[in-house]
């Protein structure tokens, strides 16, 4: 059974946390390095209920790819959700490690997962790490699809492979347009148009697509954009590194049990479709002659 300070080490492995952007906060927020892990648990939010999942498994460590602690605190007191977070990892002995923008960079990273999810075959980074000489990391992955389709039906596929969130998946641009290659990224991705644009692309798939950016995106080109749920085109990560870990722990002769959490964690809890209502007509244009509520 190996120490958390030998499983951290591989984790770094396939995550360094020197891709991480120089905002982010990845890395151990909690946990004896000399402690003995059994079961590792992964998941994308260190929510609550995701914690206590971890206490009914019975597990020793927490892989998460979102930050508890994203900018910095002055308190874990258990009065605070984050804080109850903490102690209760500390009370059962669970360690909490983090990798996120790290996670998103590397190769395979987030972006990988994501395309190898939709079904798609990785060309190359949306965004080269420079620092990676075999060209192979960065932000987002250009993809092409096995045959072309619709950008209907490329939504369609999203809806249909990604986990299921009350959001769902919205479109923009024609429904009807063709769709050969796309550029995918996990998480928040409406920073990257200018990027999707340059690729050549015919559509863009990622997450927390705001009006502004994606109206301008939709009026300089007619790059199709699929908005999904952030949690849902992170979470098939998990998958993918539990596992990298299962294949390290097998090599190494660990016998590691890792579980990947089921739990949706995306914050959105219920979606309505709007509902068409017929539009009242203009009221009557009145006239000078015969001007509102005078006699006829």
């Known amino acids: 059974m190996p120490r958390l300070s030998e499983v951290i080490a591989a984790l770094d492995a396939l995550w360094p946390p020197d891709l991480a952007e120089q905002w982010d906060a990845v890395g151990t927020v909690c946990g004896d390095p000399d402690a003995a892990v059994e079961r590792v648990l992964f998941a994308v939010d260190p929510v609550q209920e995701i914690v206590d999942e971890a206490v009914a498994l ?46 998103d960079t590397a190769d395979p990273g987030v972006s990988d997962a994501l395309a190898d999810a939709l079904g798609l075959r990785v060309v190359r980074p949306l965004v080269p790490d420079p620092r990676d000489p075999a060209g192979r990391r960065g932000l987002g992955r250009v993809c092409e699809l096995d045959a ?3 950008l209907r039906h490329f939504a369609a596929r999203a809806a249909h492979r990604l ?5 769902g998946i919205r479109v923009a641009g024609d429904p009807e347009g063709p769709v050969r290659t796309v550029a995918v990224s996990g998480g928040s991705g409406d920073s990257l148009f200018a990027e999707a644009r340059a690729a050549g692309v015919d559509a863009f798939l990622t997450a927390d697509l705001r ?9 300089h080109s007619p790059l ?3 908005d999904a749920a952030h949690w849902a085109t992170e979470w098939p990560w998990c998958e993918q590194a539990a596992a990298q870990l299962d294949e390290i722990s097998d090599r190494h002769g660990w016998d590691l049990r890792v579980h990947v959490s089921a739990t949706v964690t995306d914050p959105w809890s219920a979606h309505f479709a709007s509902q068409a209502r017929p539009v009242p007509p203009p009221p009557a244009t009145a006239t000078a002659t015969n001007p509102p509520g005078a006699p006829n």
């Open 58 to 103: 019975g597990a020793q460590l927490l892989v998460t790819h979102h930050p508890l602690y994203l900018r910095g605190t002055t308190t874990v007191a258990a009065g605070t959700f984050k804080g109850r977070v903490v102690h209760t990892l500390i009370r059962q002995g669970i360690a909490l490690h983090v990798a996120h923008t790290n996670a």
């Open 211 to 219: 009006h502004h950016p994606a109206s301008e995106a939709t009026q």
């Open 224 to 226: 199709g954009l699929v």
């Open 148 to 150: 072309p389709t619709s």
């Open 163 to 167: 986990p299921a969130t009350a959001q």
